[in-house]
């Protein structure tokens, strides 16, 4: 015989699953505007129906219901969508990163420019023109000294400002990789609370949502995988377990960075082991990115055998020094960590690569071998001070000739001390003569290469080489700026490309995930109906069972 009192437990039930679902909705409602936040459903089944099965079950005509229950509380997430959405996070981090390091490079060059360097020379060559138009003119030659001074000036200034923003981005790796050892351990940290509260049966859906946040961020730096494992005890069937997070080599190889509540930490070393700041070596130049070094801080490795099916490089190893993953292990053009090193600087099977040792190398190059050509013509001309009648050609260096590169090129302090030692005239003792000015004016039309030059002075041939795979001085400095405009142009374009997929994707997840505020006020009327509803029954069982409590017996009174 069924219970007197079973339409009140079963409209009892109703109530408290109809009170769970609207409390659910306005949990959703106060987060519709929170980062990262998934909605949240609160899954209904029946109850078992009456009678239960059993040798003493009554017999009764069909299955009497006895009302419902809360399953679980669920957040609407689409896991595919997430690992499509990291994917573009990870390649608009880095082109993000990328596109900002050579638009400082831009506006160190700022060309096409009245104060660059293609204009020093330009200025630098009419001085000189000048002064084979009035070669016994002093005030012309103190001109080309000062179009010389600037054309230095420019050189220093340019290579002294890019060596400065490649500090910066030294400095900028250091700081990102504490960003990235913060995110892992926070990481971490959410997956011990998760670890805590899962083997008793609860879902931790906001802790999912704050530990996916991260994972998303870690993503930005990093290109990183995850697996789940899960809690055990009594955990919810739906309950998502702790995260393994990995970093994937280049080579298909998973770095485990995070297991459970352990983390391990990075760190971002130059070639010499040392961790990448703003200090210089001995030779004057910053040390280049060596390898992004692994290490856990108790050297106690993680179980790995539950990866199975994964290619697992375990670096924890009891050392304190980690295992080191150079540049050939990083995947390309993902994260912002790689466009730091991308842009600072790297060694590549002995060769110096990166975006400004490059753009400082080609300054280096096209500074030395101007020096160089521009020394060896002027020495073989002759100056005003030329009375030796046996001389061929006093001029002498018009730059030191110790300038090691762009950084510190200046003007012979011989040329400066005594503007009538410029080598202007082609032959001796000639004072009207400004034919060799000429020939200095017009180098700005040689290309210089491998292949010799031939200027002819006085009846002997000089013979000019250079390091600018012919190309004219400008011309050489010309496709300095055009090449970093090509890759400027590829970072915008790949950046807006990556921009534009990863909205689409976020608009996805968002129509599945984020919260309607008009879909929850329709479920917030559906809830309080539903409420009303099984409240309304209590009203009625309450007046039935009144009527028999109260009513029955009680015939002729």
Known sequence: MRSTFMGLETSKKGLFVQQSALYTTGHNISNANTDGYSRQRVNMSATPGYPYPGLNSPTYPGHLGTGVEVTSIQRIRDEFIDRQYRQETGKLGYWESTLNSINQAEDILSEPSKFGINQSFSDFWKAFQDVATNPEDTAARKVAIAKAEALSDSFNYNYTQLETIQGNLGNEINVTTKDVNSLLKKIAVVN???????????????????????IDELNEYLPVSFERVPSGGNANPIAEGSLTVFYKTAQGESVILVHGKEHAEIAMNDIAGNEIDSAMGNDGKYELFGGMNIKWSDNTPPNVAIFPNINIVNPLVPSTLGENYDYTRFEKAKGKLMALVDAYGYNDGGVTKGIY???????????????????????????????????????????????????????????????????ASSGKGEEGNGKWATELANLQFKGIGATAINITVGGTTIDVTGNLDGATFQGFYSGIVGDLAVKGQEAIRLEYNSETLRLQIENNRASMSSVSLDEEMSNMITFQQAYNANARMITVVDETLDKIINGMGRVGL
């Open 192 to 214: 011990e609370q998760i670890m805590v509260m899962e083997p008793n049966g609860y879902v931790t859906n906001d802790l999912y949502d704050t530990r996916d946040l991260l």
């Open 357 to 423: 040792p490059e753009l400082l190398g080609e300054l280096n190059t096209l500074a030395k071998s101007f020096v160089d050509v521009f020394n060896r013509v002027h020495g073989a001309g002759y100056s005003l001070n030329s009375t030796n009648a046996t001389a061929n050609g006093d001029g002498g260096n018009f730059f030191d000739p110790n300038s090691t590169g762009a950084k510190d090129i200046k003007v012979a302090a011989r040329i400066l001390n005594d503007p009538k030692a410029i080598a």
